[in-house]
Nanobody, 119 residues
Framework: QEQLVESGEGLVQPGGSLRLSCKAS????????MGWYRQPPGKEREAVAN???????YYSDYVKGRFTVSRDYAENMMYLQMNNLKPEDTAIYYC?????????????WGQGTHVTVSS
């Protein structure tokens, strides 16, 4: 059973930076894509960034130009570098990865990590 474990939660002031990490229990080569989602207080979960195995990464309009997703195949890690943080970035952030088969998709989720942006 694949496991994803996030780390890096914290409280940061507006304009500050934070880096989230996601550790996979197995090789991330097997994933079709990896990415980050977030759930702000009282709102639904939303996509933040997605990084396919090949091709360009996707960023939501809310974070484009401020957040950067990256991965380390040797360490089976994915990262989310968050710069110029805003109070509206406050949310629980979830690591996601999925594999695909013939007509199917299997998603894996981390447990979530809290990010609070406040002065």
């Amino acid at each position: 059973q694949e496991q994803l474990v996030e780390s890096g939660e914290g409280l940061v002031q507006p304009g500050g930076s934070l880096r989230l990490s996601c550790k996979a229990s197995q090789s991330i080569f097997s994933f079709h894509a990896m990415g980050w989602y977030r759930q702000p207080p009282g709102k639904e979960r939303e996509a933040v960034a997605n990084m396919p195995r090949t091709g360009s990464s996707y960023y939501s309009d809310y974070v484009k130009g401020r957040f950067t997703v990256s991965r380390d195949y040797a360490e089976n890690m994915m990262y989310l570098q968050m710069n110029n943080l805003k109070p509206e970035d406050t949310a629980i952030y979830y690591c996601n990865a999925y594999i695909t088969g013939t007509g199917s998709r299997r998603d894996y989720w981390g447990q979530g990590t809290h990010v609070t942006v406040s002065s």
